[in-house]
């Protein structure tokens, strides 16, 4: 099994940047599509951004032109950087893995524990 842990969250001005990293002991992430969801009080959880094995990523339409999702399979590591954050953003997010292509929440078969994002007006 693959476990994944978050790091790098925390409280940002509004504007400002964070880069979220998610280390994956187990199976390599190279084989892998890696994704980062996040979750609002109240609401699903839903995928922001993808990566997979050959490096093709997806964003939502909530962070495109502000994220961008990388991977260092060397360090078995997958990052998301968030650039000119919002208060909307304010979540926690998760890190997931899938040996699928397909983006559905449903296809995702391991978790980290999560890392909040607080973006202050």
């Known amino acids: 099994q693959v476990q994944l842990v978050e790091s790098g969250g925390g409280l940002v001005q509004a504007g400002g940047s964070l880069r979220l990293s998610c280390a994956a002991s187990g199976r390599t992430i190279s084989s892998h599509t890696m994704g980062w969801f996040r979750q609002t009080q109240g609401q699903e959880r839903y995928l922001v951004a993808a990566?997979?094995?050959?490096?093709?990523?997806y964003y939502a339409p909530s962070v495109k032109g502000r994220s961008t999702i990388s991977r260092d399979n060397a360090k078995n590591t997958v990052y998301l950087q968030m650039n000119n954050l919002k208060p909307e953003d304010t979540a926690v997010y998760y890190c997931a893995s899938t040996t699928k292509t397909a983006l559905a929440i449903s296809d995702y078969n391991y978790w980290g524990q999560g890392t909040q994002v607080t973006v202050s007006s």
């Open positions: 990566i997979s094995w050959s490096d093709s990523t």
